[in-house]
């Protein structure tokens, strides 16, 4: 019976190992497929401006130094769009670009600039009205007018994607804008504003949906980091009435660390946008501060239009995915005690066999160019130098 016991237990623990790397995983692809909108931003104001007046934009932006590649965009909500043969009708908010349809949905396929007779719809609403997931080619009519559906797509709400012609009457009232090249993205996107005297603006910078992603994502390895450095403040804390062990624990974990960092992949920046650009600004902090409050305060009662509400869901999923390894974690590490070599041996060996169907399903769900770096090395290596410190 306590056999069965000792293999239930370790069973449960492998499951809840497994179930944490695999939710590491997925919170790293998140996060890969957030980093395109890095450096992109989203000027949203009370112009009215039709197509003629963004063609002229676009005309002096092109001639213009340092350009900005820029898409108008506009979302017109609660319409109805139909099938182009059957009586299949579904309510969808239309969301009208002019120009590059990557800047308003980076993480969304493209619709090519010019393509006005075709579309992007989200895959319920393909569903609805074809009976289908896989509608690319499809023909719906909204407004009179059918289009081609060009691809689907993965949304919570209906969504349609369409290109304005010149004959069109919407009027645009925001603007995307790629601004990867400046090193302040928001503080290029208000001077593109004050350039085409774009009043009462506000700017959503999309690397701040990237920037919580990827801090979540590494978030478990930076929690392993602090862990590590406890272990050897500890053991040297034990030799403090010796002053070279004790210096040389300190020195050890010093050394543990580096090679941690350099292995995993960590990496800590700090936002260019939060250094004072002059040492005697000690007012800096303080207007800083106010200033990201009243954004931050804008951007939570402003209306969530659908490229916005698509980020925070993907931002969403890479924090809770990563918040609840954390837990995970903590509780196979809690459990499971590596008391010898040959049990430190097994540990990595079944970590490793773990991780690799993890990164694979995570890919399944979630495919994306994501480093996993950092889950083949970080748990191994705590593992490892708790071992060899308290051995």
């Not at 506000?202 to 406890?230: H, K, M, Q, R």
């Not at 970590?351 to 480093?371: D, E, G, H, M, R």
């Amino acid at each position: 019976m306590t056999g069965l016991r000792g293999v239930s237990s370790a069973a449960l623990r492998l499951g809840v190992l497994f179930l944490a790397v695999l939710l590491w995983a997925l919170s790293c692809s998140f996060n890969s497929v957030l980093s395109v909108v890095k450096g992109t931003a989203v000027i949203h104001c009370n112009a009215s401006l039709n197509f003629s007046d963004v063609n002229k934009m676009r005309t002096t932006e092109a001639g213009a130094n340092n350009n900005i590649n820029f898409t108008a965009w506009q979302q017109t909500d609660h319409q109805t769009i139909r099938h182009s043969e059957y009586v299949r009708v579904a309510t969808a908010d239309v969301v009208t670009v002019f120009g590059d349809t990557k800047l308003v949905f980076p993480v969304v396929q493209s619709l090519s600039a010019g393509d006005t007779a075709g579309c992007l719809l989200d895959k319920e609403t393909a569903y609805n009205i074809f009976g289908t997931y896989k509608a690319a080619g499809y023909r719906l009519q909204y407004e009179n007018k059918t289009y081609i559906v060009r691809n689907v797509f993965a949304s919570s709400e209906a969504t349609l994607v369409i290109q304005a012609d010149a004959l069109s009457d919407v009027v645009f009232s925001k603007i995307s804008l790629d601004v990867s090249q400046s090193a302040y993205p928001k503080r290029a996107a208000e001077e593109f504003a004050s350039r085409y005297n774009l009043t009462d603006f506000i700017v959503e910078d999309n690397g701040t949906y990237s920037g919580a992603a990827a801090f979540f994502a590494a978030l478990p390895a930076w929690i392993l980091a602090a862990a590590l450095l406890l272990i050897m403040l500890r053991e040297a804390y034990r030799y403090r009435e010796m002053p070279v062990r004790f210096l040389f624990y300190l020195l050890v974990g010093a050394v543990i660390l580096t090679v941690y960092f350099l292995v995993s992949g960590l990496r800590f920046s700090f936002p260019q946008s939060m250094v004072p650009t002059r040492w005697s600004d000690f007012e800096f902090w303080q207007r800083l501060f106010m200033q990201n409050k009243q954004h931050t305060l804008q951007m939570l009662y402003m209306k969530k239009e659908k490229p916005a509400i698509l980020l925070i869901q993907l931002a969403a999923k890479a924090i809770g995915s990563s918040l609840v390894t954390v837990l995970l974690l903590w509780y196979t590490v809690k459990k499971h005690r590596v008391s010898t070599a040959k049990n430190l041996f097994n540990t990595v060996f079944f970590y490793f066999l773990i991780t690799f169907f993890a990164v694979l399903l995570a890919q399944k769900f979630v495919p994306s160019a994501a480093s996993f770096q950092m889950l083949w090395v970080c748990i191994p290596f705590f593992y490892a130098v708790r071992f060899y410190a308290h051995t």
